[in-house]
């Protein structure tokens, strides 16, 4: 795994400070701004990734100087800095403390103003080993061994030199060339004021592309911590950096940073997560129908039923005599019993009927001490018994039931049968005088009513039923 050398400036918002903290700044000072602080016990604390950490800031020439730090790393690693007494100018880029090489992963440093009488040490920067990609940026020192140069390159010193050092070139056709991994890189450097405005010093180009010629400024200022070039975004991966010197006038390379290939890995990252929810989606999507599939199976078709070719309606209904207004669901035409001698006893077609035996008319006013009315006997045979019970069977064209002729009119119908040609319902005829008698006369000798009155089963062909009675 690569190491690389991140940094990170004064003002980065991962930097905390507590106390009293006062801002400055510089061009000669890496993104043109420190930190100080003229209160003990001021601290500034700073989370990082790496294997080792280094401190840098402007120490100016204050003497004596009075003014201290200490280091603290996990509470462990400590250290302390304290600014010469002799110094003639201020001192850029100088290096407060460096910590002992740490194990890979996450550390705290803190830095605390243990003396303060004034404001000698600015903060400028951090500097630490990492393998993580998402820092803000990499730092390339001149003096990295991945640059390589060709021609009459040479070391530089100076206190405005990243690290004190630069590397300087003034022979036309030198160039440097330097291989990165990243989306982006800058090329800082030196300028020499002695030079014409707008002479060519150096052409520049990344992976072979057109050149960027680079010109002289004029006289500024600032002659260290130039900005020579930026190249703009890339795409993320490996990308060559050609730096050709086009003039004898001094070239200098100082620094380059890097913008890491954080994209690549988001970008991978998004990527398995998009899939990863494509995938669970897949596969609840065919969980859910193989569930169907499966409930699918142990269900059952319900059969419809039959359609009929003609509705049949077994008994038509009719509005009922009686008071109540309910209507009776089977009547008959014949009279079964009738009313004989002086004490009003009813007889039927097998003699007299016990007073307690007597059928129920539904519906009768008779019945007004029972609110559930107790149906009467009805069936298709019974229809027969009392078609038998009241024709005789003489001519030919009459036919018989078991009990006695039945007129043509008064047939039985078979429900559903082909032969219902005149009666598609099967409708019984209003009650008869003896059903109106029986009416009159149950007022004293009311049937049970209730769930346990049923209607009689129909016989079957040929067996002689008798009539029966509710109890």
């Known amino acids: 795994m690569?190491?690389?050398?991140?940094?990170?400036?004064?003002?980065?918002?991962?930097?905390?400070?507590?106390?009293?903290?006062?801002?400055?700044?510089?061009?000669?000072?890496?993104?043109?701004?420190?930190?100080?602080?003229t209160t003990v016990g001021s601290t500034a604390s700073f989370t990082f990734e790496g294997t080792s950490i280094g401190v840098y800031a402007t120490v100016a020439a204050i003497n004596p100087p009075q003014s201290s730090l200490s280091f603290l790393v996990d509470n462990s690693i400590s250290g302390t800095y304290t600014p010469p007494g002799n110094l003639e100018s201020d001192v850029h880029h100088q290096e407060l403390w460096t910590s002992p090489t740490l194990s890979d992963g996450t550390h705290t440093l803190v830095i605390t103003q243990t003396?303060?009488?004034?404001?000698?040490?600015?903060?400028?920067?951090?500097?630490?080993?990492?393998?993580?990609?998402?820092?803000?940026?990499?730092?390339?020192?001149?003096?990295?061994?991945?640059?390589?140069?060709?021609?009459?390159?040479?070391?530089?010193?100076?206190?405005?030199?990243?690290?004190?050092?630069?590397?300087g070139s003034s022979?036309?056709?030198?160039?440097?060339?330097?291989?990165?991994?990243?989306?982006?890189i800058s090329f800082y450097g030196a300028i020499?004021?002695?030079?014409?405005?707008?002479?060519?010093?150096?052409?520049?180009?990344?992976?072979?592309?057109?050149?960027?010629?680079?010109?002289?400024?004029?006289?500024?200022?600032?002659?260290?911590?130039?900005?020579?070039?930026?190249?703009?975004?890339?795409?993320?991966?490996?990308?060559?950096?050609?730096?050709?010197?086009?003039?004898?006038?001094?070239?200098?390379?100082?620094?380059?940073?890097?913008?890491?290939?954080?994209?690549?890995?988001?970008?991978?990252?998004?990527?398995?997560?998009l899939v990863l929810l494509v995938l669970i989606a897949v596969a609840v999507f065919l969980c859910v129908r193989r569930k169907k599939r499966h409930q699918g199976r142990h269900v059952k078709e319900i059969p419809s039923s039959p359609v009929l070719a003609q509705a049949v309606t077994p008994f038509a209904q009719f509005v009922a005599s009686s008071a109540s207004g309910l209507r009776s669901p089977f009547t008959s035409d014949h009279n079964y019993f009738t009313l004989s001698g002086s004490d009003s006893t009813?007889?039927?077609?097998?003699?007299?009927?016990?007073?307690?035996?007597?059928?129920?008319?539904?519906?009768?006013?008779s019945?007004?001490?029972?609110?559930?009315?107790?149906?009467?006997?009805?069936?298709?045979?019974?229809?027969?018994?009392?078609?038998?019970?009241?024709?005789?069977?003489?001519?030919?064209?009459?036919?018989?039931?078991?009990?006695?002729?039945?007129?043509?009119?008064?047939?039985?119908?078979?429900?559903?049968?082909?032969?219902?040609?005149?009666?598609?319902?099967?409708?019984?005829?209003?009650?008869?005088?003896?059903?109106?008698?029986?009416s009159a006369s149950g007022s004293s000798h009311s049937s049970r009513s209730g769930p346990s009155a049923r209607s009689p089963r129909s016989p079957r062909s040929g067996e002689d039923v008798p009539p029966q009675y509710f109890e």
């Not at 992976?207 to 002659?223: E, I, L, N, R």
């Not at 009813?346 to 006013?365: D, F, T």
């Open 2 to 37: 690569t190491t690389n050398v991140a940094i990170v400036d004064n003002r980065d918002p991962l930097v905390h400070y507590a106390g009293i903290w006062f801002p400055g700044g510089t061009p000669s000072e890496y993104s043109l701004s420190t930190t100080a602080s």
């Open 346 to 365: 009813p007889s039927g077609p097998y003699g007299a009927v016990p007073n307690n035996k007597l059928p129920v008319q539904l519906g009768s006013s």
């Open 192 to 273: 020499n004021n002695g030079t014409a405005k707008g002479q060519i010093l150096a052409s520049i180009s990344v992976d072979g592309g057109p050149s960027f010629s680079y010109p002289a400024p004029g006289p500024s200022p600032q002659t260290t911590n130039f900005l020579i070039f930026s190249s703009g975004d890339l795409s993320p991966g490996k990308h060559a950096l050609v730096v050709t010197a086009e003039t004898d006038q001094t070239v200098s390379a100082d620094y380059f940073l890097v913008a890491p290939s954080v994209i690549i890995g988001a970008a991978v990252g998004g990527a398995v997560f």
């Open 367 to 438: 019945h007004s001490g029972h609110s559930t009315p107790t149906p009467s006997i009805s069936s298709k045979r019974d229809a027969q018994q009392s078609a038998s019970a009241s024709t005789s069977s003489g001519s030919d064209s009459t036919p018989s039931g078991p009990y006695g002729a039945v007129p043509n009119n008064k047939r039985p119908v078979q429900l559903g049968s082909s032969s219902q040609s005149d009666h598609s319902t099967l409708t019984p005829s209003s009650s008869s005088a003896a059903q109106q008698s029986v």
């Open 171 to 184: 022979t036309k056709g030198d160039s440097l060339s330097f291989t990165f991994e990243g989306t982006a």
């Open 115 to 167: 003396t303060a009488q004034n404001a000698v040490i600015y903060l400028d920067y951090f500097l630490y080993n990492t393998t993580s990609t998402s820092v803000a940026a990499y730092f390339i020192d001149d003096r990295d061994p991945r640059i390589k140069y060709t021609g009459g390159w040479r070391e530089l010193e100076s206190e405005g030199y990243f690290k004190h050092t630069s590397q």
